[in-house]
């Protein structure tokens, strides 16, 4: 179920979009954390990666593990630069943390490019694992002075729920390094301090009485009162068969399969086994389920997705009972008496690249797994319970247990009306460190949030623009480039191209000090002016500035190595040529994109990734896919366009997304083959037209005299239509 965002998830996205500020998004079971994620990732204008600790974990984030991305070593990390202990266990510190790195050149531009960091399950990151991460991001973006070297860091989890698992013998090598092992003691996070921002609006419980009870919980100040409360639900006789739809959760994994298997056993029906259909790459220590799913008629049983059909048929956690099996087929009833036939569902293992047309980052599909989202519902441990919702649970907390347990077991509850205690809940033995509770309750007001944004914003302002109007670096490479014409003529053949490299890069050298002028520019405009609207001027005329002389430098390395193609003994140079290639192209990107989010936020307006998406079509394509035109893309689009299918049904049987297709058919609109109002509302078509003259050149001049509900996939096609009927 899809919530709309409430007003402080709101002011959080802000401080993701608009700073450069690290943000830790909290909050209580049910309040929306993983609705928020799914938003960030679709709707920031960053250059965004998601990854979590654990396998399952980036699985279910639909993202990569940390470990992965940035080949982090295992064990303890100490963030000095001394020898590892000789001690019982594997530790790594600054002396050998990057000497078996395997970065290749492509992995590394990536991992640079990237704006964004958004961390999930955010409780199971240690304070030591997030410090390695905060020198690798240091040492690959070659930015060692930087925490984090310039990457904005998203950490989004409850860290009241299951604390980071470290052992005691990694412990003892910790210990004299951090004050305890949560994530929020990194000495990376030291001089940062997070933007601490609690989603409070519950979506799972109604109840105010429970709800009361479980933030008293999740904060340990829960009273006897309390936990005599809950005792009243203890029911040791208590006898689920004879009452449906109940879950045991309990503490060990051991306990809940004993329970799953007996059950299971004991059903006289005949026992059916499916096994997932894995493609790919796809790890086993990633699985969301188990490989092989056995399961008889009658066999209670739990969801572990949403219905994908929109339906809300089921839900994560919806328990029922297996009511037919038939060919390949499952279907399930509920105590509602609705019955419902299991859909598969794919899991994807994906990895990031980087694209080189539009210098983006996409995401590639390595492999999937794809089973019945169903499992064995008798019981399950409560750390494998998290994210799910229960309507009747029995809570078996007997043995070891902590305060974080007895919250999120109680938090997978949608009331009291389901609970059934097998065991006592204690008055005695809950702890939380005081770390813990003064980092949880260094939680700024919403008012202090709303006072610091303005400041923040302003300052990610000018560094947005410092570093992509700064051409230092980039003359930099210009300079070695030159440099690198060291040898006698007869002894090299790159060395006949001395001269035209010179005259190449000498516009190139020249734009640094134009650069840092125009810094100073926009430091005064922003910090003693704060005017947006004469900003976003400056900078559409500075980004038109540079990119004329960036164009011209990259027009002319492509004809220049477009001419050594039939030449021998170059391949070097060429690799060469390529490289400032890529570095002014990257470049000339990132200050289009900076000079989008400037135009948008002097209009008021949010920035999103289907923007630039937009954008980037209408500025790329052109370049890039001239060749493309040949293909028959553009015609299999036509044939299910005629088959009767929309355009966003074309592209998801394509895997394309809308604005592509609708790019396909604009060609067919051209010949009247299409009709204009078959893609775009009759009324949207007429008000665009009205806005097109025989001067209007882009798709952006009249985009930005239209509101956000006009796409530029329609303005595109309207465009055509105008040119056809002209």
């Given amino acids: 179920m899809r919530h709309e965002l409430s007003d402080i998830a709101k002011l959080t996205a802000e401080f993701i979009n608009t700073t450069d500020r690290h943000v830790f998004l909290t909050g209580k079971a049910g309040t929306g954390k993983t609705t928020f994620l799914k938003y960030i990732v679709e709707h920031t204008h960053k250059k965004t990666i998601v990854a979590a600790p654990t396998g399952i974990a980036a699985i279910n984030a639909q993202g990569v593990t940390l470990h992965s991305l940035l080949q982090l070593p295992f064990g303890a990390f100490i963030p000095e630069r001394v020898i590892p202990p000789d001690v019982n266990a594997q530790v790594t510190t600054l002396y050998n943390l990057f000497s078996g790195l395997r970065f290749n050149a492509t992995k590394r531009q990536l991992i640079r490019e990237m704006e964004l960091l958004i961390i999930d399950e955010v409780s199971m990151l240690r304070a030591d694992l997030l410090d390695c991460i905060d020198h690798m991001l240091r040492y690959l973006r070659k930015r060692k002075d930087v925490p984090f070297g310039g990457a904005q860091l998203l950490f989004i989890g409850d860290l009241l729920q299951l604390p980071p698992v470290v052992k005691d013998n990694e412990w003892n090598v910790l210990k004299s390094h951090y004050k305890s092992s949560f994530f929020f003691e990194a000495k990376a996070l030291g001089n940062q301090p997070l933007i601490h921002v609690e989603l409070e609006k519950i979506y799972r419980q109604s109840d105010d009485q429970f709800i009361s009870i479980l933030n008293r919980f999740r904060e340990n100040t829960q009273t006897h009162a309390d936990i005599e409360f809950l005792n009243g639900y203890y029911k040791p006789n208590f006898n689920e068969q004879e009452s449906d739809g109940f879950i045991h959760l309990t503490t060990h994994n051991r306990k809940a399969d004993n329970i799953n298997n007996e059950r299971l056993q004991a059903l006289e029906a005949k026992s059916h086994s499916f096994q997932a259909e894995i493609t790919g790459d796809f790890p086993e220590n990633s699985y969301p389920i188990p490989e092989t799913l056995v399961v008889k008629e009658g066999a209670q049983v739990m969801f572990i997705k949403n219905d994908p059909s929109g339906e809300a048929q089921f839900f994560n956690g919806k328990i029922g009972h297996i009511s037919s099996i038939s060919s390949g087929t499952i279907k399930v009833k509920f105590g509602d008496g609705n019955e419902v036939a ?5 899991w994807e293992n994906k990895r990031y690249s980087l694209n080189k047309n539009t210098n983006e980052i996409d995401e590639k599909i390595l492999g999937s797994f794809t089973h019945f989202p169903i499992k064995l519902a008798w019981a399950v441990t409560v750390h494998k319970s998290q994210g799910l919702t229960f309507e009747k649970a029995i809570l078996d907390l007997s043995g070891a247990f902590t305060q974080g347990q007895v919250y999120v077991a109680l938090s997978r509850l949608t009331s009291l009306n389901g609970l059934v205690l097998s065991s006592k809940i204690p008055q005695e033995g809950f702890d939380i460190s005081r770390s813990m509770k003064e980092f949880a309750e260094n939680r700024p007001s919403k008012e202090e949030l709303n006072n610091r944004l303005t400041k923040d914003r302003s300052d990610y302002l000018y560094q947005l623009i410092s570093k992509h109007f700064n051409f230092e670096e980039l003359a930099r490479i210009f300079r070695a480039h030159v440099f690198s014409f060291d040898k006698q003529e007869n002894r090299s053949l790159k060395q006949q191209f001395s001269e035209w490299t010179n005259e190449q890069a000498k516009p190139i050298l020249d734009m640094v000090q134009v650069g840092k002028s125009f810094q100073g520019q926009a430091y005064s405009i922003i910090h003693k002016q704060g005017d947006m609207k004469l900003l976003a001027e400056r900078v559409e005329k500075a980004k038109g500035y540079f990119s004329a002389i960036l164009t011209n430098a990259l027009d002319s390395i492509k004809a220049h190595d ?27 990107m990132a200050m289009l994109r900076a000079n989008l989010f400037i135009q948008f936020m002097a209009e008021g307006k949010t920035l999103t990734k289907q923007d630039i998406q937009d954008v980037l079509k209408e500025v790329i394509i052109p370049k890039t896919e001239k060749k493309k035109d040949k293909t028959p893309t553009a015609e299999v689009s036509f ?14 049987e394509r895997g394309l997304v809308s604005s592509t297709i609708e790019g396909h058919l604009s060609k067919y609109i051209e010949t009247g083959e299409v009709k204009a109002t078959d893609l775009v509302d009759d009324q949207k078509l007429k008000n665009i037209l009205s806005l097109i003259t025989p001067e209007t050149t882009t798709l952006t001049e009249i985009k930005s005299q239209l509101g956000d509900e006009y796409t530029f996939g329609e303005v595109r096609i309207a465009m055509t239509e105008w040119k056809r009927v002209d």
């Fill in 639 to 652: 044939e299910l366009y005629k088959q009767g299918k929309t355009v966003e049904e074309i592209a998801e």
């Fill in 562 to 588: 477009k001419n050594l193609k039939d030449k021998t003994r170059l391949k070097a140079y060429r690799k060469e040529l390529k490289e400032l290639h890529e570095q002014l192209f990257s470049k000339q």
């Fill in 342 to 346: 299991v859909p598969q569902y794919t």
